[in-house]
Structure formats: C-alpha cells, structure tokens
C-alpha cells in the first residue's frame, strides 16, 4: 500500500504519521463531540518500511476510547443491511443501540499493524488456519472495531475501503470479504467487507461457522506496535 505513505517518505516518517492520525480523530472526533489523544507513534521509519514492503501491512491509530456505537454516530454511512437469516445491523444511525450483538474479543487499541491491502489477505484459509497462522506471526484475528478503523483509514488516504476491489476473470468479476476472528456474533466469527454499491450501507456482516472456507474470503491481523526496545526485550526473554 502506498499513496500517502509515499508521500511521507523520510526520516520524519514516525513524526508525520503522529500528526495525520491526530488530525484524522481530531476531525473524527468533532462530528460527535468528543476529543481522541494521538499517541506519539513509538517505532522508526525502518520497521514501517520493512512491515509495508515485504509483509504489506500498515500502521493505524485505534483510540481507546472509540466504540462502535460511536464509529456509527461519526460515519453515519457505515451499516449492516438484512440478508440470508440473521444478518446484524449493529452500525449506522438507524442501528445504533446499547445492546449490540457484537462482541469484540480482542480489545487492542493504539498503535497497530493492519493488513494494507484491499483485497482480503489469506484467501481460502479456515478460521482455525488463521488462528494458528496469527499465533505463529504474534498476531490476533482483527476485531471489528479495527476493521472499521483500518477500512476507514485506508478510505481517507487512499480513496477505497477495504474489499471493495474487483477481481475480474473471463467471466466476470467477483471481489473478496474479511473473517474477523477478534469479534463474535453469538458465539460465531464475523465475516465482513465493505459495499461500493450502498451510500447509506456501507457495511455488510455476516456471521460465519467455525468450519468455513471459501476462495473469495480472507483473514485480517491486528498486532499492537511496540517500541524497539521491547522487541529486543520480548526476543531475549522468549529465547
């Protein structure tokens, strides 16, 4: 992923993204009346070249504070429409209520390393795949709350959401979707993407058993960005 991050090429890098994310919440933070603190990014401009380039993941800033009650009331695009049996509509501002379905299991916040790319990452992969992949990397299955932020993000910088690209073959095309093993509808993943055909929807979930697979679906990460010197720390300790 590049665009604005190419953009920031240089040393000051770690500097520039503090500031971009600060303004991203400052002005997130006003359709709704509160204030998001920025923290200062805490790594260097190699380990964001190094995480992009050759595991094509980005840094995003995840507010402790923010809720999905409050991601619906800032972006009152974002919504979940009704398909199949039971599909959620926890977003947007004819859905938001204090007893949402969905329960997020990973609760990290801060810095984090996201999955850049439009299209889902680990396409074909089973939820337990996924698991003992992310667990082997020193990552968690992204939660919703990260998704929504980091398809958000990529939206501000880059123009699209995340999943929203075609993939064109002789008989059409047909475009991806995210397993969201960090959060939960009544004990079963979350299956979602972005929609390019919805102004006032742009949001679709789906909950999924534990079993499914699928060519067109993928998995997303979340790892918390630490500094370098807890890094070496962690690698001495786990040695």
Known sequence: MRGIYELL??????KKLTKIMS??????GQRIGKKYKVD?????????REKNEKEGRIPIFVPHEINLIDLGRIFTFLGSRYARSKVVAALGSKY?????????????????????????????????ELEDMFRMQGRQGQSLRTYIVGG???????G?????????????SRKTSSMLLGSSI????IHAEFSTFSVD???????????YSNRDVGGRSEEVILPPHSKTWLAHLFR
Request: net charge negative; proline share 9%; glycine share 10%.
């Open 40 to 48: 200062k990014f805490p790594s260097t401009v190699e380990d964001i």
């Open 23 to 28: 303004y991203f919440w400052e002005i997130s």
């Open 160 to 172: 699209d959401f995340f999943d929203t690209q075609p993939i064109f073959e002789e008989r059409g």
């Open 9 to 14: 090429k240089g040393p000051d890098l770690p």
């Open 96 to 128: 938001i209520a204090e007893g949402s379905p969905v329960i997020d299991t990973v609760n990290n916040f801060g810095w984090l390393w996201v999955e850049g790319s439009n299209l889902a990452p680990n396409r074909g992969a089973s939820p337990k």
């Open 201 to 211: 929807r742009a949001l679709l979930m789906f909950p999924i058993g534990g079993l």
């Open 152 to 158: 958000l993000i990529r939206k501000f910088f880059m």
């Open 186 to 189: 009544e004990g079963r993943f």
